[in-house]
Every structure is written in C-alpha cells, then in structure tokens.
C-alpha cells in the first residue's frame, strides 16, 4: 500500500480489538510517516467473550482498551458507530434498550453514516475487510459491505481489503504449535479456508519496524485474552516468542478492489 505523501486513512473494523489483529501495523507505520490515520469500529465490544467479572462492565472497558491501542499506532481520531455484536451466527436480537446489533441494521443506513465520516475526513482510501470478512464473522461480513456501498457512495478514490495469505497461516500455525499448545476454542484448521489465497494478494506491507506497537496494540485488549475458561487466542499470540511474532505478524496483506467503472 503506497504511503509517501500525506494521505487520510480510514480504517473500518467490526469489534475493539479486531484493529489490533489485521492492520495494527499498518496503522502505526502510516502514522509514524506523517498520515492521517482514523479508525471506525462498529460495535461496542459488549458480547465479547470475557471473564465472567468483566462482563457487567465490558462495553465500557473495551471502549478504554480500544482507546489505549489507538494511543498506541498514532490514530488521529476514533469513531464508534455503536452497534451491538451480532453473535458469531448474526442472529442476535435487540435487547431492550440496548443498541441494536448490526447485521439487524439495513446496509444502506449504516452505509451513509460510514459514507458522511468518509467525506468528513477526505478520506483519501478506506481499509476494510475481505468478502468473506476474513475468516466469516457476520459482523465482519456486514462491515465489508457496509464499507464497499459506503466508499461508493463518497466516491473514496481507494478501497482495500485488508486479508492474510492462507497458506502462510496455516503454515506459521503449525510452526507455533511444536512449542505451545492453543487454548480449546482455537481451531488451527479453520484457516484453511479463511482468508485468502497468497496469488490474490496485491500489496504487502512491511510492519517489522512497528512490531513493537501491534504487539502493544494486542496486549491492549487484555479483557479478550482471557476467560474463565482460561486463555484465549490473543494471550497465545502475545506469548509467542518474538522472533517468531515478527515472522507470523510482520507483515500486513490487502487488495485493491479495482476502481468503480460508474
């Protein structure tokens, strides 16, 4: 992704923490060079899964712990559209009084709420995620559409799907499991069909300078590192080694969705 004159970045993620995963280094690297980074997520983080004496209070620590990782990569501004979590079957209901989760909200309404932030900012390309939402969250699916109506809509000259390489994780999977054993929620096997292949890859970008900030920006979040059940994927992450950190995280992967013919 090139970045060398000054250029807004909008960059649309689904849950506090999702930044920190995907595109921490990205983001951190742009901010270091003079751009101007913002950061959209679209929910409130509440149905995150925790431990059970966070929960009563998770929106508002997760609201904390997104704010610390943008401190951290350098964003400039932090929008929260305030949707609920959709659940990982996007079935979830409103809750009274509640915000109403965002796969329940039409496309089109979300869509020109993210397209007037878009001429807000100026934005120069928005960042988001791939059709399949990178390994099929419904959220993430939603945002990836969301995102596309929205960027149409302001006329955002550059959209980016930000994705891994498959083969790749699946291979640095199996490198970090002869030395640590994942926690039973993650399933290694599911990368195999997430994401995307290495071929439809169009821009990489080098965040080995910045590897100190994602891994920062993940131990941020450190209400989804664990739960009562005991560690999530995130601690496994951060208890990697770093050498091996750098070489699973050190790059950061899109696509360019070709330009609009309209």
Same mark, same amino acid.
């Given at each position: ?42 929910? %409130? ?30 964003? *400039? ?46 934005? %120069? ?20 559409? =969301?995102?596309?109506?929205? *960027? ?52 990489? =970008? ?55 013919? %309209?």
């Amino acid at each position: 992704m090139p970045m060398t004159s000054a250029r807004t970045l909008v960059f649309v993620h689904a849950h506090p923490d999702d930044e920190a995963l995907l595109t921490a280094g990205t983001m951190a690297r742009a901010a270091r060079e003079g751009q101007r980074v913002v950061l959209v997520v679209a929910t %409130d983080g509440a149905a995150g899964l925790a431990a059970s004496h966070l929960t009563d209070d998770l929106a508002q620590i997760r609201a904390a712990e997104l704010d610390e990782s943008a401190r951290i990569l350098g964003v *400039a501004r932090t929008i929260r559209l305030g949707y609920a979590d959709s659940g990982l079957h996007g079935d979830e209901q409103q809750q009274a009084d509640g915000p109403l989760p965002l796969c329940q909200a039409p496309v089109e309404e979300v869509a020109q709420e993210l397209a007037q932030i878009l001429r807000d900012e100026l934005a %120069d390309a928005l960042i988001t995620y791939d059709p399949n939402g990178g390994y099929g969250h419904p959220d993430h699916i939603r945002v990836h559409q =969301v995102s596309i109506r929205a *960027a149409e809509l302001a006329n955002t000259p550059q959209v980016f799907e930000a994705t891994a390489p498959r083969d790749l994780i699946v291979k640095a999977l199996k490198l970090v499991s002869t030395f640590y054993t994942f926690p039973p929620e993650f399933d290694p096997t599911s990368f195999e069909r997430a994401f995307r292949a290495r071929s439809e890859i169009t821009h990489r =970008v080098n965040v080995r300078d910045v590897i100190d900030q994602k891994r920062a920006s993940m131990r941020a979040h450190s209400s989804q590192a664990t739960a009562d059940s005991g560690d999530r994927t995130l601690a496994a992450f951060l208890r990697i080694p770093k050498p091996v950190f750098t070489y699973v995280f050190g790059t950061e992967y899109y696509l360019l969705r070709p330009a609009s013919n %309209d």
